[in-house]
């Protein structure tokens, strides 16, 4: 057995004695206290190799990796994600630095349009009619981004959160950074999100874990200024409904998972991040003078939150 797999055999032995996330030097710490792992490490910083080894093996497998990063230097294992049994602390996915440049080649999930002919017309469906688990019964595939990006015959899954605070709304002006192809530069949005990717784990099964990771990361990667206040903040994530659009081309090419950030207490704007101009909280419960002016997604996610009564709104 070459080292690299006997370090991740032990770090997993390990976590699973523990019933937790734990960083790589307590995992060390714990395994050199047992004789017939303690040779397995070598020089002078083993956490750091061991912390490697972990990293490199999750960049690789991704949700088929047997770890998942909880913090900087901690991990834990992926099935205390999908256990019912395990701690709700746990289930919590940390993000590292932005990665938006870096990954737009990866792979994202996708579905054939002609799967989804029940979504006959544009707008919300909403969850309570349309639960995220009907994706689970469908040929969702992952496939390389920069080969799916102009197909017509294909939908890429995207999320798209909008950020509550009792009755106000987080909404910005799209620049260049934030809208992909140009084609949204300039309109109003309360719609944060990007794609779901084989980072997902568990998106469609009964837990949220899947959709809350895709929802965190895309906030991080957003709003990375607001990064230490999402770690805590957040009340929860609900996820409303599906979006369907087919009068932009890019609606025509994605399917929206509309979501529902509630932070605990509201967020100071006082800083501007890159690709962002005009971010201020609007009222949830008015429409705003400007309501033709935000991109369609907005417009119908800020209609469902008005009047969420049926499917589509």
């Known amino acids: 057995m070459k080292q690299a797999d006997r370090l991740i055999d032990i770090a997993e032995a390990i976590l699973r004695k523990l019933h937790r996330p734990a960083t790589a030097r307590e995992i060390i710490d714990r395994a050199l206290s047992v004789p017939v792992m303690r040779n397995a490490f070598s020089g002078k910083t083993p956490y750091k190799t061991l912390n490697a080894r972990i990293s490199v093996d999750i960049l690789q497998h991704g949700a088929r990796s047997r770890f998942y990063r ?4 901690a991990y834990g294992l992926r099935e205390f994600l999908e256990s019912k049994d395990s701690d709700h602390n746990y289930k919590r996915v940390f993000i590292g630095n932005s990665r938006r440049k870096q990954v737009s080649n990866e792979p994202v999930a996708t579905v054939r349009c002609s799967a989804l002919n029940f979504f006959n017309v544009d707008g919300i469906y909403a969850a309570d009619h349309y639960p995220l688990q009907i994706l689970d019964l469908l040929d969702v595939k992952y496939l ?3 080969h799916v990006e102009f197909r017509d015959d294909l939908k890429q899954l995207v999320s798209y959160a909008c950020i509550y605070h009792e009755d106000q ?3 910005f002006e799209k620049g260049r950074y934030t809208s992909d192809d140009g084609e949204f530069v300039g309109k109003q949005s309360i ?3 990007g794609h779901v990717n084989y980072y997902d784990l568990s998106l ?3 837990t949220p874990v899947g959709l809350n990771n895709n929802v965190l990361r895309e906030l991080y990667e957003e709003l990375y200024f ?3 206040y999402f770690r805590h903040g957040i009340e929860d994530i609900q996820f409303l ?3 369907i659009d087919s009068s932009t081309s890019n609606g025509k090419r994605h399917l929206g998972l509309a979501a529902k950030v509630r932070l605990k207490n509201k967020l100071e704007l006082e800083t501007a991040t890159l690709g962002f101009r005009n971010l201020r909280w609007i009222s949830a419960s008015k429409t705003p003078n400007s309501f033709d002016q935000f991109e369609i997604w907005s417009q119908y996610l800020f ?3 008005q009047n969420s009564s049926g499917a589509p709104s």
């Open 70 to 73: 909880y913090a900087p230097a």
């Open 144 to 146: 390389d981004r920069k």
């Open 169 to 171: 709304i987080l909404s």
């Open 191 to 193: 719609g944060f999100g």
């Open 204 to 206: 469609f099964d009964e």
């Open 226 to 228: 607001f990064r230490k």
């Open 241 to 243: 409904g599906f979006l």
């Open 303 to 305: 209609r469902h939150l």
